[in-house]
């Protein structure tokens, strides 16, 4: 038995050797056949990186995965399982042993007091005939039959890799925004609503936030800037606006009025009581150190009965704000009162009237409430100043030096209250422009491209760059014979007379008439009144295009350029010296009509001075009626971008 | 040591294959496959369909194998009129000797070891029945008696596949019964020549009996002592379910042109046959070689066309040559799969 067991265990050990073998060669076939497709994608991926289409890491990326792909594939094909006994299998079939390797493999399985005699000879057969049996020859291990492809490829790839490479160029991938749009003659607006309003802003935090603003409309008209994010500086720059909110208006000028009011009684505090009642704060401000110069003065007011007077008013001015709380509180308390009696005595109970009372009284105590919280806040401002004013009240009578100290600080305290009233004012604008900003954007988000593009015509034509209108700009209509932009030396001569010289022409208002416009020649209405011919060559090109002011004659184009055959005169000696005039135009009431400045307006755009008077005139009539609240409330955005759209506009 | 045992029992078997094959073959010439096949369906105690044109030698290959084994041999030529009673004997009544009449049944032709049964598809279904019963009962029922037929009982059936008009071609029940079904084929051109040498010369000879009845028994015995491994019998199990349309890994031909496939008489056929054709070589366990080289004898008049396998012309050798391919020689080993041997 034990001679059948080694027999036995040779077969196996030749078995095994042979199966060893087969997972080797396997293992070797695929690994040569994934070693071509790894190759190939080496190949390719260096090809890309020297022609410089791709950079270094997803070329080190293709060749790290070939190669691990390389050794998952000779792993896979050594690994995956081999069908059972297939090595002896493989040397039965090569050596023709009809399996007695196999089939004696499977029978010495078989526990020996269960083998029959045939079972035993077999394997005695087995062990006879194993000798025979070469692994080798049952598992040859070829050349597999990807190597020289993979040898090819593998040439090719050194290949490449010799070739220099190409600097890559990364495509950079910009993030982009879809940038909000705003037209251009909305965005000059804004601007030129933030540098008036720059120009009076009083506080440091007024022109911060115009900065601000200012900041938004910029960033906006360079495009930087998408819908979401423009809305959102809208709102920060409002809430940041709204936080300075001092208190009510109207609570405050209310407290100053009756402040105003109490210091009328006396003659010395009367002009600062007046200003004060009629809201003018500065007045009040003056009118008090006045006051108390005179005080210092070299000849103070000793008079006592007119001291006790004064006195008595500027008390009686600092308790005002403890008369209008305590009578206010007083109501308060009384409505409160009444409310918990008739909840207490109907509770949810009581019939329709009843109830309808009770939600009246309420309604009352909430706007008291709110009266009250006003009034608290106004107190809050006017805290110091009634410090002042009682302080002064009881300083008049010891020192009058003391009391004028105590007057200045109140007109200090007055001038920094008007101070903040008209940086609460400007704010105001300010919040109001960034509403309307607002709404004009969530109008134009709502007309789409559409209306953008409307908007952008528009503007064009209100700046008088209309299709058709060649660069006239500042010419209304003809033959309205405005009279002349007054250079003495263009009138009768028609050279030189660049339009525009002097006040009110410097914005490039030309002498208006244009008419029977031959190429170069333009008719104009003289000061006098008589009609001028004033030659033109190209861009106010009369004779040698001496230009200010920017006015365009017709064909405006390339001013400076060629020769006028129809010299008048000599040329201008460099060397003269000139004599600097200042001339301005008087406005004799001879151009066009209301209706025919208006019509022109409507043809060839809004940038001209008649304009502006007429504009002046309708937005002024508009601006009353948005003040009186005669416009619905719906409306008055449309009322105002509609004057805001015909605005007048600088010529370009 | 009873290996040993089987070893010479195994030298032995070879020795005597050998002895009757070299015998046959002073009478037969070529078919070698028919010969082997015949003592096989012999050793294993089954029956053979033999098919060929008349004139190859069917009957003379039986005559002699006969005469081989010294068996009794009886040949029935079948015709459409053949009776039951012609095959299985009949009823008589006799006089004995002391002048009484009694009836006595006179034996038919079945009752002899080796039977040809010559063109079994002209005789009436009834006739063929009664033939078949007795090939698979091994024993004739007549009247109320019941006679038993000596061992070896070996039916040797052929069937001339020119003249099919006005056959009874054999139903497909009673094919599965025989063992073997064997194509007798035409000699090639040095066969045809030693043929003529043989024949049209001196009168052939009687050929010596070389085996008997007890040696014939010991050797059926043996074969079926024969080992086979499990991977083998598993190979055979696969190889008979491929033939089934719907069986796993059957090939697109069994799928398409076959009707119905193998039953379990034919792997018992296909394993036996293998131990055999072991024995044959000398080996003491049946291989998968074996298994191949016995799968066509076996199974080809067990595996029933469609339609339209008929109607194309389809032959079940190409169904069981797909099978084959098909088929590989262990699970997942589909390097293995090979042609027939």
Same mark, same amino acid.
């Given at each position: ?7 036995? @265990?040779?077969v ?20 040569s ?7 190939g @994608? ?33 792993a ?40 029959t ?12 005939a194993?000798p ?6 049952a ?15 593998a ?7 010799l ?12 993030? *982009? ?25 009083v ?14 409309? %910029?960033?906006?008209a ?5 819908r979401?994010?423009t ?19 109207k ?6 009025e ?21 809201? !003018? ?5 003056d ?27 500027l ?5 005002q ?18 409310i ?14 009843e109830?309808?009372?009770?939600r ?11 009266e009250?919280e ?16 009682e302080?002064a ?17 109140g ?19 300010l919040?109001?422009?960034l ?11 709502q ?24 660069q ?22 028609g ?6 010289q ?18 170069? %020649? ?12 004033m ?26 350029e060629?020769h ?32 025919e ?32 609240d ?22 370009p | 040591?009873e ?25 037969i010439?070529?078919n ?34 006969a005469?081989?084994?010294?068996? *009794?041999f ?7 009129d ?29 009752f ?12 009436t ?15 004739v ?12 009982f070996?039916?040797?059936? *052929? ?5 099919m ?84 890994d059957?090939?697109?031909?069994a ?13 018992? @056929?296909?394993?036996?046959?293998s ?10 366990a049946a ?7 016995v ?5 080809? !008049? ?18 069981l ?21």
């Amino acid at each position: 038995m034990s001679r059948d067991h080694e027999g036995l @265990a040779r077969v196996a050990r030749l078995a095994g050797r042979t199966e060893r073998r087969m997972r080797g060669a396997r293992a070797l076939g695929l690994a040569s056949r994934a070693l071509c497709v790894a190759l190939g @994608a080496a190949i390719v991926a260096v090809v890309m990186r020297k022609l410089g289409f791709a950079s270094d890491r997803p070329v080190r990326v293709v060749l790290e995965v070939s190669t691990g792909a390389v050794g998952l594939a000779a792993a896979t094909g050594w690994l995956w399982r081999l069908p059972e006994r297939a090595g002896a299998r493989a040397l039965d079939r090569t050596h023709s042993l009809h399996d007695r390797l196999t089939s004696a493999l499977e029978f010495g399985s078989i526990p020996v007091a269960e083998r029959t005699p045939f079972m035993q000879a077999a394997i005695d057969d087995a062990i006879a005939a194993a000798p025979l049996a070469r692994p080798q020859a049952a598992a040859p291990i070829r050349i597999p039959p990807g190597l020289v492809p993979a040898v090819g490829l593998a040439a090719l790839l050194v290949a490449a890799s010799l070739v220099p490479t190409r600097a890559h160029a990364p495509v950079a991938v910009v993030p *982009t925004i879809d940038p909000l749009e705003m037209s251009a003659d909305d965005i000059d607006d804004a601007r030129s609503f933030l540098q008036q309003l720059g120009q009076r802003a009083v506080s440091d935090d007024t022109r911060t936030a115009i900065e601000q603003f200012n900041k938004l409309v %910029e960033d906006i008209a360079s495009k930087r800037l998408d819908r979401t994010e423009t809305f959102r500086r809208i709102e920060s720059l409002d809430e940041e606006l709204a936080a300075g909110a001092t208190a009510d208006r109207k609570a405050l000028k209310g407290r100053l009025e009756a402040m105003g009011e109490a210091m009328t009684k006396a003659e010395l505090t009367r002009p600062a009581g007046l200003a004060l009642s009629e809201d !003018h704060l500065a007045q009040a401000r003056d009118a008090l150190q006045d006051l108390a110069k005179k005080l210092r003065g070299p000849s103070p007011p000793v008079d006592k009965a007119k001291l006790d007077e004064t006195r008595e008013a500027l008390k009686r001015a600092a308790e005002q704000a403890d008369k209008a709380r305590s009578a206010l509180d007083q109501r308060r308390q009384q409505l409160s009162d009444e409310i918990l009696k008739m909840k207490q005595k109907n509770g949810d109970a009581g019939s329709d009237e009843e109830q309808s009372l009770l939600r009246k009284k309420e309604r009352e105590l909430e706007r008291l409430d709110r009266e009250s919280e006003a009034e608290r806040s106004a107190a809050n401002q006017l805290d110091r100043l009634d410090r002042e004013l009682e302080q002064a009240a009881e300083d008049l009578m010891k020192d009058l030096g003391l009391s004028a100290g105590d007057l200045e600080q109140g007109a200090e305290d007055i001038n920094h209250l008007d101070q903040q009233q008209m940086s609460q004012e400007e704010k105001e604008q300010l919040r109001q422009k960034l509403q309307e900003m607002r709404q004009l954007l969530r109008e134009q988000g709502q007309g789409g491209k559409g209306q953008m593009v409307r908007l952008q015509r528009f503007g064009r034509m209100a700046r008088g760059q209309g299709p058709g209108q060649g660069q006239r700009s500042g010419q209304q209509g003809e033959g309205q014979g405005q009279p002349g932009s007054g250079s003495p030396s263009a009138s009768g001569q028609g050279q030189g007379a660049s339009p525009g010289q002097g006040p009110g022409g410097a914005n490039g208002q030309p002498a208006q008439g244009g008419q029977g416009s031959q190429a170069g %020649e333009t008719w104009i209405v003289g000061p006098n009144g008589e009609r001028m011919l004033m030659l033109s060559r190209g861009a106010s090109g009369e004779g040698h295009g001496s230009e200010s002011g920017g006015a365009q004659g017709e064909g405006a184009g390339r001013s400076g350029e060629g020769h006028d055959p129809h010299l008048l005169g000599k040329a201008t000696h460099p060397g003269m010296g000139s004599q600097d005039t200042q001339v301005q135009g008087a406005d004799n009431a001879q151009g066009g009509s209301r209706s025919e400045v208006i019509l022109g307006a409507a043809e060839r755009g809004f940038a001209s001075h008649r304009y502006q008077k007429v504009y002046a005139e309708y937005h002024q009539v508009a601006e009353e009626s948005l003040a009186k609240d005669e416009i619905p409330g719906g409306y008055r955005f449309y009322v105002k971008r509609y004057f805001q759209l015909i605005r007048p506009r600088d010529t370009p | 040591m009873e290996t040993d045992a089987v070893r010479d029992q195994v030298l032995v078997f070879r020795k005597r294959i050998d002895t009757l094959r070299d015998e046959i073959a002073k009478s037969i010439v070529g078919n070698r496959d028919v010969v082997d096949g015949v003592i096989t369906c012999l050793l294993a105690g089954g029956h053979a369909l033999l098919e060929g044109v008349p004139g190859l030698g069917k009957t003379m290959l039986v005559r002699t194998l006969a005469e081989t084994l010294s068996l *009794t041999f009886s040949r029935i030529q079948f015709t459409p009129d053949l009776m039951p009673a012609d095959i299985l004997g009949t009823t008589v009544i006799d006089e004995t000797q002391s002048g009484a009449k009694a009836f006595e049944f006179r034996k038919g032709p079945v009752f002899a070891n080796i039977v040809l049964a010559d063109e079994i598809n002209r005789a009436t279904p009834k006739t063929q029945s009664a033939l078949l019963e007795a090939m698979q009962e091994h024993r004739v029922s007549v009247g109320k008696r019941t006679y038993v037929l000596e061992e070896p009982f070996v039916v040797l059936a *052929t069937q001339n596949p020119l003249e099919m008009e006005g056959t009874y071609p054999l139903p497909e029940a009673q094919l599965d019964r025989f063992f073997f079904k064997l194509y007798v084929r035409f000699p090639d051109r040095d066969e045809l020549h030693r043929i003529l040498d043989l024949t049209t010369g001196a009168p052939l000879e009687k050929r010596a009996a070389v085996l008997d009845r007890p040696a014939i028994v010991e050797m059926q015995q043996l074969a079926r002592q024969v080992a086979v491994a499990r991977h083998v019998q598993d190979y055979a199990v696969r190889l008979v379910q491929a033939t089934h349309p719907e069986g796993p890994d059957a090939p697109g031909l069994a799928k398409r042109f076959v009707r119905y496939g193998s039953s379990p008489r034919g792997a018992q @056929a296909v394993l036996l046959a293998s131990k055999i054709r072991a024995l044959f070589d000398g080996r003491f366990a049946a291989s998968a070689d074996d298994v191949r080289g016995v799968l066509h004898a076996a199974l080809r !008049h067990r595996v029933l066309l469609n339609f339209e396998g008929e109607a194309e012309g389809v032959k079940t050798d190409q169904v069981l040559d797909a099978v084959v391919k098909s088929v590989p020689d262990a699970k997942g080993d589909k390097s293995a799969r090979a042609g027939a041997n």
